[in-house]
């Protein structure tokens, strides 16, 4: 094991101060689920380590009028159990319930999952999927509000800068007609690593035409992105086989327009046609 500085924050003001002074050579850790693991084989060699774990103003779940706010260092665990979540986001739950197993769900945070931009991360396709908005902040430039689907430059790289913390992830609330669906494809039931996932959001008008829809595969391209051309095909629409079939299609060549041809293709792009097309009809059917 490398030798580096240990530090541990008790205020996001403290977190901060270290940050600005020698944030580019420290690594932050909560849960230490994804940077224990590179710090034992050697992939990162910070100077020093932040535990930001003891921060209470890091944690914790609030349901605001029209929004609801979390910490980056709530659990899967915690996100799995809360009621909130449940009624307004049922999607970023199954999400979370899908991560490992009961050890890493009970360690892991959902801030780690943002920031270490995995690309078979579960997590963050569904928050890309509901639209969540990180909360930033630094003593240089104060409080940053950053739309997810922008936060994430690639695999494993992260926008936000090496003197940032991030102090908060908000989602805005759907209708309650609104619907949403979370499937995770692995080599087995527990404790795997995403062969590919996919969050889905619809919400259908009053005469029964699609009138929101989100589509977000994940594990299958550099980063989890929304598919607005499939999601084109079926907006304003009643949903009819053709036009899920078409809008599989799309998503098909807006993944291998992104990724090209590789080994998993031939597997993956029929798999995630099915699995979209299944979901859509589980949730509107």
């Not at 924050?9 to 690594?27: H, N, Q, V, Y």
Request: positive net charge.
């Amino acid at each position: 094991m490398q030798r580096f500085q240990f530090h541990q924050a008790r205020s996001i003001e403290e977190a901060l101060d270290l940050l600005s002074e020698k944030g580019e050579r420290t690594k932050v850790i909560a849960g230490g689920t994804d940077l224990i693991p590179a710090l034992r084989n050697e992939e990162v060699r910070p100077e020093g380590v932040l535990d930001i774990l003891e921060i209470e103003a890091l944690r914790g779940i609030r349901e605001l009028e029209d929004r609801v706010w979390f910490g980056p260092t709530t659990t899967f665990t915690e996100i799995e159990e809360s009621s909130v979540l449940k009624c307004h986001f049922p999607l970023l739950v199954q999400a979370a319930s899908s991560v490992g197993g009961p050890q890493i769900r009970n360690r892991g945070t959902v801030g780690g999952n943002i920031v270490n931009a995995s690309p078979a991360a579960d997590v963050l396709p569904a928050l890309v999927a509901l639209g969540a908005e990180l909360e930033v902040q630094s003593k240089r430039e104060g409080i940053r509000r950053l739309p997810i689907e922008g936060a994430i430059q690639g695999p494993y790289r992260c926008v936000i800068k090496g003197d940032e913390l991030l102090t908060g992830i908000v989602i805005k609330k759907y209708p309650p007609e609104t619907r949403s669906l979370f499937k995770k494809l692995g080599r087995r039931n527990a404790m795997a690593r995403a062969r590919m996932n996919l969050s889905l959001l619809v919400r259908l008008d009053g005469s029964g035409a699609v009138e929101e829809l989100r589509v977000v595969p994940g594990a299958v391209m550099p980063v989890a992105k929304r598919i607005a051309r499939a999601e084109k095909i079926l907006l304003g629409k009643k949903l009819a086989p053709s036009l899920l079939e078409e809008a599989a299609q799309v998503m098909e060549e807006e993944i291998v327009k992104t990724t090209g041809i590789r080994w998993s293709t031939a597997y993956k792009l029929p798999v995630i046609q099915a699995v979209f097309k299944q979901s859509v009809m589980e949730l509107l059917g």
